[in-house]
């Protein structure tokens, strides 16, 4: 994504016209290229969609600023929307995002989607930061060394946050 | 990543959970014309509460009055806790051996009460200050003391004050590693079978209390929001565990004291908090409405015990 220098020397100072387009070009390109599955990862961490598409906003807003300084943006942004997921819904957790939810579900599929409304709500239930674990191991795939990276952790910790967050949502659906 | 049963429908639920949403084209266009046309503005205010202030102008008073709050903090003098006085002696009625490692006394078999009080007090003609809440008992004779930043001597201070005690004291540096030292101690607390519980990256200038006393469980820690500057002490404490914050809002959590089973502090606005943990679960429950007139600590009615301790009418 950066430009390099093709004489193998140090790289000549870009001119800042050279550096703008540059980094819209990278900027637009991740727009194109993540801004839906950023926004649907958000939705899975809040469970609203409003607030799902201003983390991710604010996500490339803050990426945008520090474009320059980012090695791995796309990395990068995935973090922005985890950490904004997690400090919006650290706030706005409510019971009532469930109750959206069972709007928003596909009619035709009861049988299944009991099931997995079950899962959802127990999901719920779960403190932030395990749930915040499991989207990322079970929704996005991510290893436990890429989960502790994202959340800022050792990858012990985030082995052991999703390990417990199963054991807490086993124990929440057999309720 | 699991042999759990059920992760399967867990990754099918959340992937019909993503799908159920429709990314609206236009506003997805419109979204990138305001990130890449430069209006950025507009761009973070788009999400605007249909009623009130928008989100974002709420979150900078916050803010705001956030760093008021700092700023007038830090040009307060410290005060005691508790009783709202600047505390310039030990209480009196604490031996100052104990005050000077924040400890009113060591009962076998439980966890002490921590009162969680700034103190002030001369050590070899040097003004010192420090906190209370950083010191548990692992057992009757095993105690963990986190030698704040900025304390002379404090380890080898500790440690002289423990010396004519019948303890073995592990002695913490702030900013020191402790998880070797919790998983030496955790097997004499918690007994066979009995995993400590991953503290994360708490290192010692983060934990404020180790609570792993009485119940024979792993326990919790009590994490600072940052790493206290000299002389403030980790005063103020979010409950944690699993590194999951339980406290942290609408405001810090003066921790008072804890035993076996709960914890007690009192909010920014002076209401009585009490938290309870669930040992098989190893969660916290915090019940902020709970009725401090039925409540008990350490089978003292709640109030008696505040009011005897903090000073709180």
């Known amino acids: 994504m950066r430009s390099e220098s093709t004489t193998g020397g140090p790289a000549a100072p870009r001119a800042p016209v050279e550096a703008v387009a540059e980094q819209e070009a990278g900027l637009r390109a991740l ?44 990395g990068y942004l995935r973090t922005a929307v ?52 499991l989207v990322l191991a079970y929704y996005v795939g991510l290893s ?32 | 990543m699991s042999e759990f049963p059920d992760a399967p429908r867990l990754a099918e639920a959340l992937q019909r959970q993503a799908q159920s949403i429709q990314i609206d084209p236009a506003e997805r266009a419109a979204a990138e014309e305001r990130l890449l046309g430069g209006d950025v503005t507009v761009l973070r205010l ?39 006085e600047v505390a310039t002696e030990p209480p009196e009625s604490v031996d100052e051996s104990a005050v000077v490692l924040g400890l009113p006394s060591l009962v076998p078999g439980h966890c002490q009460a921590l ?9 070899g003609g040097s003004e010192v200050l420090v906190g209370g809440t950083y010191l548990s008992a692992i057992d009757a004779r095993s105690v963990v003391v986190l030698v704040p930043p900025g304390l002379p001597g404090g380890r080898q201070m500790v440690l002289d004050g423990l010396a004519d005690q019948d303890v073995i004291a592990y002695v913490v540096d702030a900013g020191e590693e402790i998880r070797p030292v919790l998983e030496e101690l955790v097997p004499i607390a918690c007994g066979p079978g009995r995993q400590l519980v991953d503290l994360g990256t708490g290192r010692a200038s983060e934990v404020a209390c180790l609570d792993y006393g009485g119940t024979g469980f792993a326990g919790f820690v009590f994490v600072g929001p940052t790493q206290p500057p000299v002389g403030c002490i980790t005063k103020q404490f979010t409950l944690v565990i699993d590194d999951e914050p339980l406290a942290d ?57 505040i009011r005897r301790n903090v000073g709180l009418n």
């Open chain 2, 249 to 305: 809002e609408p405001g810090w959590l003066d921790v008072y004291g804890c035993d076996g089973g709960s914890v007690f502090g009192l909010d920014d606005e002076r209401n009585v908090r009490k938290t309870y943990y669930d040992c098989d679960s190893q969660l916290l429950f915090t019940d902020t409405e709970s009725d401090p007139l039925e409540s008990t600590f350490n089978g003292e009615p709640l109030l008696t015990f």
């Open chain 2, 46 to 84: 788009r999400s605007e509460s249909p009623v009130g202030p928008p989100r974002r102008n709420r979150s900078l008073a916050l803010v705001a009055a956030a760093l008021a709050i700092v700023v007038v903090a830090a040009l307060l003098p410290q005060r005691d806790s508790g009783t709202g």
């Open chain 1, 31 to 74: 727009f194109a290229g993540e801004y839906e599955a950023m926004v649907r990862l958000a939705f899975v961490l809040v469970n609203d969609r409003h607030d799902a598409e201003e983390i991710v906003q604010d996500a490339f807003v803050d990426l945008q600023a520090r474009w320059s300084a980012v090695l791995n943006p796309g």
């Open chain 2, 115 to 123: 009162d969680g009080a700034v103190r002030r007090y001369s050590v």
């Open chain 1, 144 to 175: 436990s060394s890429e989960i502790a990276e994202v959340l800022g952790c050792r990858p012990g910790t985030a082995k052991s946050l999703v390990h417990r967050g199963l054991q807490r949502l086993r124990k929440e659906m057999d309720r």
């Open chain 1, 82 to 133: 985890v950490n904004g997921a997690r400090r919006r819904g650290r706030r706005e957790r409510r019971r009532s995002d469930i109750l959206h939810r069972f709007e928003r579900t596909i009619v035709g599929e009861a049988a299944s989607i009991d099931v997995y409304d079950h899962t959802l709500d127990a999901l719920e239930v779960l403190p932030e930061r395990q749930h915040t674990a």
